[in-house]
């Protein structure tokens, strides 16, 4: 079945650093890819997203690009700040809108 | 626009009670998603719903749990009996056509 493995966290960096957080995908079809945020005591919400293959997805200075040839969408972001702090979910949907989740990558930026 | 709500935030039981917990999508979604997320397991799918009809309920753990949509605007998820190991943060989500899934902010469940 469909699966998404994301980079194991914490992931622990300093402001200003660049962020890479690395997810790849499984899927028998042409999925959406996603990338959702956490923050403390919330839901989550939609960072960014891709439709197909070479979509570049991009938000609040983040973005991640649909790679098909190696089934990944990889999150960057070059200059991460405190506020990024959170906890960021690479997802996939094909037709039948089941979102399928990654086990989540929690970041922590520090002054 | 209000986004999903959900009720009640924080829910702390002994084990062998019923729980409910209570969801209301937004408005003009037409499906509803019930999540469960803890450390060991991370975001598993429980069951959803298409205009208040359950489509897939493969992920509802056992008989204990079960789910119903009454309305367009309002879908409980029910534990009987709660047990220890249903501890977690229970979540709503809801969408229609193409549009993302929107969370509500959980419901932390807590079973002594």
């Known amino acids: 079945g469909d699966s998404v493995t994301q980079m194991e966290g914490p992931v622990t960096l300093s402001e200003e650093a660049f962020l890479t957080i690395n997810c790849t995908y499984t899927?028998?079809?042409?999925?959406?890819l996603f990338w959702y945020v956490q923050y403390p005591g919330e839901g989550l919400q939609l960072l960014l997203k891709a439709t197909k293959a070479d979509d570049k997805g991009s938000n609040k200075g983040f973005e991640a690009t649909y790679r098909k040839e190696t089934t990944s969408f990889h999150l960057e972001k070059g200059s991460v700040q405190v506020s990024d702090s959170a906890v960021y979910f690479c997802a996939l949907s094909e037709m039948d809108d089941k979102i399928i989740f990654g086990k989540g990558t929690r970041l922590h930026i520090l002054p | 626009d209000a986004g999903v709500i959900q009720s009640p935030r924080h829910e702390v039981t002994e084990m062998g009670q019923e729980v409910t917990l209570r969801c209301k999508p937004i408005?003009?979604?037409?499906?509803l998603f019930w999540y469960r997320q803890t450390m060991m397991r991370g975001l598993e799918l429980l069951i959803y719903?298409?205009?208040?009809?359950?489509?897939?309920d493969s992920g509802m753990p056992e008989d204990r749990f079960s789910a119903k949509m009454p309305n367009a605007s309002f879908s409980t998820l029910k534990i009987q009996p709660s047990e220890p190991r249903d501890s977690a943060v229970y979540f709503c989500?809801?969408?229609?056509?193409?549009?993302?899934?929107?969370f509500g902010d959980g419901t932390r469940l807590s079973i002594l």
């Open positions: 899927a028998t079809g042409y999925p959406s």
């Open positions: 719903f298409n205009n208040n009809v359950p489509i897939d």
């Open positions: 408005s003009g979604h037409d499906y």
């Open positions: 989500a809801s969408t229609r056509d193409d549009q993302p899934q929107h």
